[in-house]
C-alpha cells in the first residue's frame, strides 16, 4: 500500500532548507494532514520561543541547558515537542508527563526517565501514581523495563527528598 506521488503543495516543503522540515511535512502529508505548509524564519522562532516557555514551565534550566546543549536536534525538540505538541489543549502536563513516564519505561529510555519523573511529580502526580503506572507497564513492556524505572524512580524521590531538608528514604 503506497501512497502516489507528493502533491504539487508540498513543493514548498520539499524545498526547505533544513531536513527536519522536509520530514515534518512529509509526515503530515502522509498521514493526511491538511497542515502541510512551509514556514518562514520568523514562524520558527516563534515556535521555539512558544517552547522554550512551555519547556521551562515543565522542566528545569539545567534541563533546558542540556536540551539546547544538543544544537540543531535541541532546537527541533524544544521547537516540535514543546513549541508544538505541548500547546495542544486536549491533554494538561499530567497526562502528558504520564504518557511519557509510560512510554520511556516501555521503551527502557533510562536516561531520559529522570527528568520526566521530576516534571511528573512537579505536574501534580503523587509518588504512588507513578508507582502505579510503571507496575502497569510491567504487564505489557515486562518486568525488567519496569524494575529499572521503580530504581529511577526511587532515586528521584530520594533526592527530591534530600533538597527538600528530608533525609527519610522514599517508600518503596
Not at 44 to 68: C, M, N, P, Q, S
Not at 118 to 144: D, Y
Request: glycine share 8%; with cysteine.
Amino acid at each position: 500500500m503506497g501512497r502516489d506521488a507528493p502533491p504539487a503543495r508540498l513543493a514548498p516543503v520539499l524545498a526547505a532548507d533544513q531536513p527536519i522540515y522536509i520530514v515534518r511535512g512529509l509526515a503530515g502529508w502522509w498521514c493526511g494532514s491538511a497542515k502541510v505548509r512551509a514556514m518562514d524564519e520568523d514562524q520558527h522562532d516563534e515556535i521555539y520561543r512558544r517552547g522554550r516557555e512551555r519547556f521551562l514551565e515543565i522542566h528545569d534550566e539545567k534541563a533546558l541547558r542540556t536540551v539546547e546543549g544538543l544544537g540543531d536536534l535541541g532546537r527541533h525538540i524544544v521547537e516540535f515537542v514543546y513549541g508544538e505538541m505541548y500547546t495542544k489543549p486536549a491533554l494538561t502536563d499530567r497526562d502528558r508527563e504520564l504518557g511519557a513516564v509510560v512510554a520511556l519505561t516501555a521503551l527502557g529510555r533510562s536516561s531520559q526517565l529522570p527528568q520526566h519523573l521530576r516534571a511528573s511529580l512537579k505536574a501534580g502526580l503523587a509518588p504512588e501514581q507513578l508507582r502505579e503506572a510503571i507496575m502497569l507497564t510491567a504487564t505489557i513492556a515486562g518486568f525488567p523495563p519496569a524494575m529499572n524505572a521503580m530504581a529511577t524512580l526511587k532515586s528521584v524521590l530520594a533526592d527530591r527528598n534530600r533538597s527538600a531538608g528530608r533525609n527519610d528514604p522514599p517508600a518503596d
